[in-house]
């Protein structure tokens, strides 16, 4: 649906559209097709006339692992691919927070990195006792320009949110739930946030849109407030030689 790589799934169930990130046998770690098909699904969500809620998980066992290393590895060494995924990053942001119809987050395992992100995002959430959210960006080199610490900060206290991103810590999932990072731990994530999701298709379409957008305006004004420098900064990480280092290190771990 919606001409999507193979990376990404999203169908349609009458109003509901699930999307599904298709990688399970690499955990949904994040390469190029994913990162594309993330940057323009909620796009295509808004131009669809019939979708009035979506709902956002991952195949197998994780959500996301967050980036793939292999195309970390392609990121440094390819200056227009790099220049694309800022782009891509910015667009998956923007079109995450404006997008019209409520997004409910299924995180059935890891969120890790853009994992984090996509679940902070949404509108509800709903994840696995196993599951746990992490950002490790600065772990690996890099500015989370469409990470968690992009949007934490506006949801937790700055203090947590800074620990959070400069520490790579996990955040099991109580502790997400007792921070304000998720709404309710549960056995089944998908089965709830669809759940949930159905609920939303039977109430009033224009003041369900009309509410979240309102109550998203402040979000999106945070955001925006940080994210060309947001932007910038990542772009210039990918060039350090920190960045480079700790590559060649996670590259050869996987040889």
Known sequence: MYDMPDEIDVRAEGGLRIITLNRPDELNAVNDALHVG??????????????????????????????DFNYLDELRGNEALRQKTIKHGRDLVVGMVRCRIPVIAAVNGPAVGLGCSLAALSDIVYIAE???????????????????????????????????????????????????????????????????????????????????????????????????????AEYVSFGTADFNKIVDGLIAKQT
């Open 130 to 232: 196993n599951a746990f959210f992490a950002d490790p960006h600065v772990q690996i080199g890099l500015v989370a320009a469409d990470g968690g610490p992009l949007v934490w900060g506006s949801q937790i206290s700055l203090l947590q949110a800074k620990e959070f991103a400069l520490t790579g810590v996990r955040i099991k999932a109580q502790r997400a739930v007792e921070l304000g990072l998720a709404n309710h731990v549960v056995a089944d994530p998908l089965a709830e946030a669809t759940a949930c999701a159905k609920k939303i298709l039977e109430l009033p379409q224009q003041a369900v849109e009309a509410t979240k957008r309102l109550m998203n305006i402040q979000l999106e004004r945070s955001v925006m407030a940080s994210l060309d420098y947001a932007n910038l």
């Open 38 to 67: 993330l940057a323009k699904v909620w796009e295509a969500l808004n131009e669809d006339a019939d979708a009035r809620a979506a709902v956002i998980t991952g195949a197998g066992r994780a959500f996301s692992a967050g980036g």
